[in-house]
């Protein structure tokens, strides 16, 4: 048989056969598959902050001596000058761990209370809530976080779920107000985890990875939906003063989020785990950060503290396409904004310190 009678599949392969090379028989999964780059560009890796900072979205279930002890340490290596603790709980619980910060390190650490959602619908419930909340803020709670269960699986008494604005929760965000603490609040997950699994998912990797993470639109429900809900609350609470976390999933849709902040004065932002988005624009992320930067707070989500260089360089310098720290979260490459220092201290402490009450203001530089 001639060689152009011969399929193109066999000929390709009667063509490998006769290679030897080790590199044709080698496979590599796409997750491995993770060269680093031959780029040569200047290159200024951080693992200290140019400023001390506070970071507003942390979380330690326990807070007893000997954590306080390994945390104080390696929060000094960062310069973070206070860590605020989301996962504070209430009643005793919480109470437990605003004692031992008032013991061994008073000002390094804040609590956030969280709310007890189980019972939604029974009487006296909300009641029961506020009261609950007031009494961990006279217990040192600095303001509440709710986390993303808040739409996603809580459920009131007859089985239903509770949407992020149902009436019910209304005067808990009101009392915030009263109280003049803080909310933050995490509602949904990036929107790429409702899209279809498949190439067109650039989330596809953490997806395969962490499949606990799909969600879809009826689990719990669309993604639109969930955040429409986290919207109407805000709009109904203009004199609460609300986080929304991890920028509030608009991190790659900038445009958006300055029309959002724009219509509710009273929301402000945390970039908790979402850097690698704003790492990817670094001039339109600039140009954010430098109308919004009254309002917009350093957060980090997870406790890992050689991760935080990747935030430092991507807020302070102006390097260009350098790794992030997760692969399966950013597959791209990092550019830095190069903020000025006016801005880094507002993003780094001088915004948590107007709106998060009992930051020991001592700690950070006087101008």
């Known amino acids: 048989m001639l060689l152009y009678n011969m399929p193109l599949r066999t000929l390709m392969a009667a063509a490998l056969a006769t290679l ?33 900072f506070v ?41 437990k ?17 969280n709310i007890d959602f189980s019972g939604v619908g029974n009487a006296g419930w909300t009641e029961k809530a506020v009261a609950q909340l007031e009494a961990d803020v006279k217990n040192g709670a600095s303001g509440l976080k709710i986390f993303k269960n808040l739409g996603f699986s809580v459920k009131d008494n007859n089985g239903q779920r509770v949407a992020v604005d149902d009436p019910r929760l209304d005067p808990i965000w009101a009392k915030c107000g009263e109280l003049k603490i803080p909310v933050l609040i995490h509602t949904a997950d990036p929107e790429p985890f409702w899209h279809p699994l498949d190439e067109n998912n650039e989330r596809w990797l953490e997806l395969k990875t962490h499949p606990g993470r799909r969600r879809g639109n009826e689990n719990p429900a669309p ?16 004199k609460t003063t609300f986080i929304a976390a991890h920028f509030g999933w608009y991190p790659n849709n900038l445009a958006r989020l300055d029309s959002l902040l724009t219509a509710m004065p009273h929301v402000v ?11 990817r624009q670094p001039r339109m992320a600039k140009a954010f950060f430098e109308k919004f930067q009254d309002r917009i707070l350093f957060g980090k989500d997870s406790w890992v503290p050689e991760e935080y260089g990747t935030y430092f360089r991507v807020l302070e310098t102006q390097d260009e396409y350098f790794p992030y720290h997760k692969k399966y979260h950013a597959f791209w490459a990092m550019y830095g904004m190069g903020l000025s220092d006016a801005i880094l201290r507002k993003v780094y402490y001088k915004n948590a310190i107007r709106i998060i009450p009992h930051i020991d203001k001592s700690r950070f530089p006087r101008e």
């Open 269 to 279: 932002v945390e970039f908790g785990a979402v850097i690698a988005e704003l790492g």
């Open 20 to 52: 030897s090379l080790p590199v044709l028989a080698q496979t590599i999964d796409f997750e491995k598959y993770n060269p680093p780059s031959t780029l040569v560009v200047p290159a200024h890796p951080l693992t200290r902050a140019r400023f001390p």
């Open 223 to 238: 993604w639109q939906t969930l955040i429409d809900e986290q919207h109407r609350m805000f709009k109904k609470h203009p």
């Open 97 to 113: 761990k605003t004692d031992a910060i008032r013991a061994k390190y008073p000002g390094r650490f804040l609590v956030f209370a």
């Open 55 to 95: 970071d507003v979205h942390n979380h330690q279930r326990s807070m007893e001596a000997a954590d306080l002890d390994r945390l104080v340490a390696e929060m000094d290596k960062l310069n973070m000058q206070v860590m605020v603790n989301l996962s504070g709980g209430n009643g005793a619980d919480l109470k």
